[in-house]
């Protein structure tokens, strides 16, 4: 005990010694909006940023005919707290989302957990992703919910994408050194999507491969903040297959109650930006070879459940009239693929336009849109309202 004792003396005097002669460097705190609170080491080697998200959104739905049901909607759409910086100089990046309104997670599922992966940046052609993130598919879904133009993705991107799922991924934002004209993501993921366990052999393979040749810009985001001097333009190719899920839409929406599918999925999208305008459209496709599976119950009936073989597209343009001040217009259509989900065989449409003002680009916003949302056979009216803070 007296040697340990001993030992802690010399410890803490050295330490106090040290202290003494060469002060230790503070370090830094930062609280601002769009960034959120950013703690960074003295030495810029490790850093942490704490942000939190809120959408608020009243929405008006009416029928075509103007005959009930009206419905008058209020709800905190998007409620999200972020925790992410890097270690080692960046050398190591981290990411957490966690949701907490009701439309941030599954009905089936109440977990809060959105993303959490790492992402090791060690050589600028192959940095390597792990954990559960978004999938590298569609363009609309890997664009942040934070920075969309019109209040909500469209009703192609709600049906086709592929979510967040479990896996991991190598990817490059700049391959080749090219001024960001070549990005590339491969990954291999469970196919169940986000918070699941796998119940059933399989994964999910995907590949997404993008060309900006105009040079490299931020694609990520949605409308033309930067008034681009020059035009920008980005192209983009994805395709995937996901073996033997169980989820409705690949990798997510209610699960089968005993039906398994393969899907084969493929997409097509471009963004185009240049002095304050901004162009984006997408074109996604899902297939599975097998249309639906039969069980038969003890009391002899037999239920079906279907795969939803369906594609779509849509078209999204918006221009800046000032520096706050934007509007928006939407185009989108989803068309049944051969034998499909009784629910999928009449051709959906929406379309559309809003008006966006920015006090503070995408962190502080107010969205307004309407919509025309129609299907073989009916349609009804869509008018919404979201302000969003993004501290």
């Not at 299907?375 to 979201?386: F, L, T």
Request: charged share 25%; glycine share 10%; proline share 4%.
């Amino acid at each position: 005990m007296h040697a340990v004792s001993a030992l802690f003396i010399v410890a803490i005097a050295a330490t106090t010694a040290v202290a003494d002669s060469e002060p230790v460097a503070e370090s830094e705190t930062v609280a601002k909006l769009g960034k959120g609170v950013a703690f960074t080491s003295a030495d810029g080697e490790n850093k942490l940023s704490l942000r939190a998200r809120l959408q608020l959104r009243a929405t008006q739905f009416s029928a075509d005919d103007g005959e009930p049901p009206e419905v008058t909607e209020f709800q905190a759409r998007r409620i999200r707290l972020q925790l992410q910086g890097h270690v080692r100089g960046g050398d190591v990046t981290y990411y957490l989302q966690l949701g907490f309104s009701n439309g941030d997670t599954e009905p089936d599922l109440r977990l809060p957990l959105r993303d959490a992966y790492l992402t090791l940046t060690l050589l600028r052609d192959l940095n390597v992703r792990g954990g559960q993130m978004k999938v590298p598919f569609g363009r609309q879904r890997v664009v942040s919910s934070s920075a969309l133009q019109m209040v909500e993705r469209s009703i192609v991107t709600g049906e086709l994408n592929l979510d967040r799922d479990v896996g991991v991924q190598v990817l490059s934002e700049d391959l080749g050194g090219l001024d960001g004209r070549l990005a590339y993501s491969l990954g291999v993921f469970s196919g169940d999507g986000r918070n699941r366990l796998a119940s059933e052999p399989g994964v999910l393979f995907v590949g997404r491969f993008v060309v900006r040749p105009m040079g490299g810009f931020d694609d990520t985001i949605e409308g033309d903040h930067d008034r681009e001097p020059a035009p920008k333009l980005a192209i983009a190719i994805g395709a995937a297959h996901n073996n033997n899920t169980n989820r409705e839409r690949s990798t997510f929406n209610t699960p089968y109650a005993f039906a398994l599918f393969d899907y084969w999925h493929a997409g097509a999208d471009l963004v185009f930006k240049y002095s304050g305008l901004s162009v984006v459209s997408e074109l996604m496709y899902r297939k599975s070879p097998t249309t639906s599976v039969s069980q038969m119950n003890p009391d002899g009936t037999v239920d079906r459940e279907y795969a939803r073989n369906v594609w779509g597209y849509y078209a999204q343009a918006g221009y800046l009239l000032t520096r706050c001040a934007e509007i928006t217009a939407r185009f989108g259509e989803l068309r049944p693929r051969g034998s499909t989900d009784p629910e999928l065989e009449a051709t959906s449409r929406e379309v559309g336009g809003g008006f966006n003002w920015y006090f503070e680009k995408h962190d502080l916003k107010l969205q307004t849109d309407y919509f025309y949302l129609s299907a073989d056979g009916g349609g009804r009216h869509q008018a919404r309202v979201q302000m969003q803070l993004y501290f």
